[in-house]
């Protein structure tokens, strides 16, 4: 008889883990305080306001503009950068792929550099093969919550005179060498999306400790208002950006409780890299000295298919799921430089990147070869999803028990 709950077996677990948002009568009663006061939109209300300049110090920032998604916290600062058309942008080929329309839409053009074989974030070392005389700014996306190597970073954009824009947006309370992400370079973008770990469904926040580029950031995500001016006086392209007083009352309960629940994903991913790093082919990246905190957006398995019997990452993932650890997927499938709207350059009006010149021709995104990043995509990388991180000792034990049975059992998958 099978073993496997794929197969027809009994599953490790029954109980659910976590659901996500995590929530109380605090957010609710937040909520009834804004729509009571019949104050819904930022101009008029003290929540947004409230919630730029909370979270800001949180993350050790002097300005925070609150925004409508992370996507639009990346685009107010790309486009508060002023970078002229065709600056080319260094983007991690593995993330989220607003990392990279976000430069698009500011009249940029990305270009891919592949990620350190341990950590899955962007390396430095790989940055510093594709800066040419266009690169005008680094996009370090500090994924799960693992921060870049900034200063190998820094030390790249100083001699060249480039910025660094921190996709910050899986790194609440992270931190490099005891400072918090996000203001560590020119500015850095969060957002609040539901899957995230502060979250008002959706909402995002650009913080930096630049006066000016802070006031440029507000004009952009205010349909290009300036901040003293009148309101309908509008001084540069901008959009409606804004997040709305019932999002921000929520974001601020959400950031009340932050603390305990990073601390909880915290212990959970040092239990679970103990645990799992024993197994033989499952390895847990180890963090870099340099990091003092990780967000534990998600907790990374670097997947051995070799020792799983040949077993493809995507049926260990099935399988895993059946024996009732759900809340775990594959991650990213496809590195961005080879999504399809970037190499048929289905971009729309931003014809930049249909004649820019990288190196001697014009820039086709088949030509970026990331090979850490495409084997993370399709053999190595598996997420464990917070709602695991939140489970109590049991629901972590679970975890370990489903990915030991599936290797001791993977015949029953292959052939
Ligand atoms: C790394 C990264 N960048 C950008 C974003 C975009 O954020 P949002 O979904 O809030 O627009 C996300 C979130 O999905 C993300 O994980």
């Known amino acids: 008889m099978a073993k496997l709950a794929i197969k027809g077996g ?7 883990y976590p659901v996500w948002p ?21 101009a008029a209300g003290s929540q947004v306001k409230e919630l730029q300049s909370r979270f800001a110090r949180y993350q050790d920032a002097e300005f925070g503009i609150a925004t409508s998604s992370g996507t639009t916290a990346l685009r107010a600062a790309l486009l508060a950068a002023e970078m002229e058309e065709g600056a080319e942008v260094i983007v991690p080929a593995y993330t989220f792929v607003a990392s990279a329309t976000a430069v698009i839409e500011s ?6 550099a592949d990620i350190d074989p341990e950590t899955y974030v962007l390396d430095p070392a790989s940055v510093e093969k594709v800066i040419t005389g266009c690169t005008r700014a680094i996009m370090p996306v500090h994924l799960a919550g693992i921060p870049v190597d900034m200063d190998a970073l820094e030390k790249l954009a100083r001699e060249k005179g ?8 899986q790194a609440w309370g992270s931190e490099y060498k005891g400072k918090k992400m996000g203001a560590l370079g020119l500015a850095g973008a969060f ?10 469904g959706e909402g995002g926040m650009t913080v930096t400790n630049d006066k000016d580029f802070a006031e440029r950031c507000a004009s952009v995500i205010n349909c290009g208002r300036s901040v003293e001016g009148a309101w309908h006086m509008h001084v540069r392209l901008g959009g409606n950006y804004r997040l709305t007083e019932l999002q921000a009352a929520v974001i601020l309960v959400q950031l009340e409780r932050y603390e305990k629940m990073l601390a909880r994903r915290q212990e959970s991913a040092r239990y679970l890299t103990e645990r799992l790093s024993a197994i033989d082919g499952i390895r847990v990246p180890i963090l870099p000295e340099y990091v003092t905190a990780c967000s534990r957006h998600f907790l990374t398995l670097r997947y051995d298919p070799g020792a ?16 009732g650890i759900n809340h775990t997927h594959g991650g990213y499938y496809i590195p961005i430089c080879r999504q399809q709207f970037l190499l048929e350059k289905n971009v729309g009006p931003f014809e930049e990147i249909r004649r820019h010149k990288f ?9 970026f070869q990331c090979p850490v990043t495409e084997r993370a995509c399709s053999t190595e990388a598996v997420w464990l999803l917070q709602n695991l991180l939140l489970a109590e000792r049991e629901g972590l034990e679970d975890i370990v028990r489903a990915v030991e049975k ?6 029953e998958l292959l052939g």
């Open 10 to 16: 009994t599953p490790v677990r029954s109980e659910p």
């Open 22 to 42: 995590i929530w109380d009568s605090a957010e609710v009663d937040a909520v009834r305080r804004v729509i009571e006061s019949g104050k819904w939109g930022m």
């Open 107 to 112: 009249n940029g053009v990305p270009v891919f």
């Open 162 to 169: 480039i910025v660094i824009i921190e996709d910050a947006c």
């Open 191 to 200: 957002s609040f999306q539901s899957s995230k770990h502060i979250t008002a």
């Open 308 to 323: 799983f019997g040949g077993l493809p990452k995507d049926d260990f993932v099935k399988a895993l799921n059946a024996e």
């Open 359 to 367: 190196g001697s021709k014009v820039i086709d995104y088949a030509d």
């Open 406 to 411: 599936i290797r001791e059992n993977c015949e």
